[in-house]
């Protein structure tokens, strides 16, 4: 019996947006009654979904935390059925949660996929444990630990998490309100300011593909701006979309926007006013926010999770220098760090997940669907 596995905040952040069609309908509600189970099948998820128009668009995930469960039903539904195309009563399940999930929604997720989709057995990992064993690939045997910092960047909010022998440190856990959407936001005002040409009502799309094209992130900002201005012809970029309405196409150049996206990182007062402390600063305090006994391994060890947002992944050695350029300049640091990992991870559950599953330590951490469902009804 082969787990299929399954990561909630990982399935590529296109696959959050759900569309439904909402129109409106003069019926009797037997009628209503008749046709619910019709509407219940109009609908689209990922790309599909933004690519609907003429759709209503919701998010049942916010900040990587599910908030409608009865979209995220529905959304598992396609996802299992339409995607995977498996059974579930025929397969385990290792799906993984976000930092500082609430034990209420776990309680749901399991709750749903007992009752709802009737899988035998499983298991909620937790994603930052899986990005240090996906690092493990570039470590020999030796080397391999579960302990470090994690940076999982995703598309509402980005989490600095302690895992310290696998054991994720929970109270020390920080998060920022800065993530691959604000990325997406801030380089769609920068090119509003710039009024480039873009249709008014395809500015989000075009942002979003500029930041998934061309952004990056620079090792200095200083620098950066002086290389534009000294040749800006080789490092300019030129966009081509096609306009929705009367098809035509509009190029734009894509600027100072590349490395300005991600820039937002280590001043997020550019793009938001009210949360001024970078990622360095957070990573510095959460690691010494930390048992005196685990700091040095932290200190040692980062792997920066880039799920979602290619921006990040794109120079995420540069991202990693900078964090620890200035953790190393703070006292409370030097003579500790000896050397930061990186690991460039596209979907770091989805890499790992595959390999955990079907491993025996994974397989006796399964919860059993005979063994949790009377926890559910009970009282």
Request: net charge negative; with cysteine; charged share 20%.
């Amino acid at each position: 019996m082969l787990p299929q596995m399954l990561s909630l905040q990982a399935l590529h952040l296109r696959a959050h947006g759900i569309a439904i069609r909402e129109s409106a309908k003069v019926v009797d509600q037997a009628q209503r009654r008749v046709l619910r189970g019709v509407d219940d099948l109009d609908f689209f998820i990922g790309d599909e979904a933004i690519d609907k128009p003429t759709y209503a668009t919701k998010w049942p995930i916010r900040h990587g935390i599910i908030e409608d469960w009865d979209l995220m039903e529905r959304f598992m539904e396609q996802v299992v059925f339409k995607y995977l195309r498996a059974e579930p009563e025929d397969h385990y399940f290792l799906m993984t949660e976000p930092p500082l999930n609430t034990p209420e929604n776990r309680e749901y997720l399991a709750e749903i996929m007992f009752e709802s989709f009737n899988v035998p057995g499983l298991y909620i990992a937790v994603q930052a444990v899986l990005a240090l064993a996906a690092s493990w690939t570039s470590r020999q045997v030796g080397e391999r630990t579960l302990t470090g910092i994690v940076i999982d960047s995703g598309d509402g909010v980005t989490h600095v998490i302690p895992v310290a022998e696998g054991y994720v440190i929970g109270s020390c856990i920080k998060h920022i309100p800065i993530a691959g959407r604000d990325i997406t936001y801030f380089i769609q005002q920068l090119l509003r300011e710039r009024e480039v040409g873009i249709p008014p009502e395809q500015s989000l799309e075009t942002a979003k593909a500029i930041k998934e094209k061309y952004c990056y992130i620079c090792p200095d900002i200083v620098r950066e701006f002086a290389k534009y201005d000294v040749d800006p012809r080789k490092w300019i970029k030129q966009y081509t979309g096609i306009n929705a309405i009367n098809q035509k196409k509009f190029i734009i150049d894509v600027g100072y926007e590349r490395f300005l996206g991600p820039e937002i990182f280590f001043h997020p007062e550019f793009a938001n006013p009210d949360f001024m402390e970078s990622i360095s600063d957070v990573v510095d305090e959460v690691i010494q926010n930390c048992p005196i006994d685990v700091r040095r391994p932290l200190y040692k060890v980062c792997v920066q999770v880039c799920g979602s947002s290619s921006a990040m992944c794109t120079g995420v050695w540069f991202f990693i220098g900078r964090v620890y350029r200035f953790v190393a300049l703070t006292g409370t640091a030097q003579g500790k760090l000896q050397v930061a990992e990186a690991a460039l991870l596209l979907g770091h559950a989805l890499f790992w997940g595959p390999f955990q599953a079907p491993s025996p330590e994974c397989g006796q951490k399964f919860a059993m669907k005979n063994t949790l469902l009377p926890l559910f009804h009970s009282g």
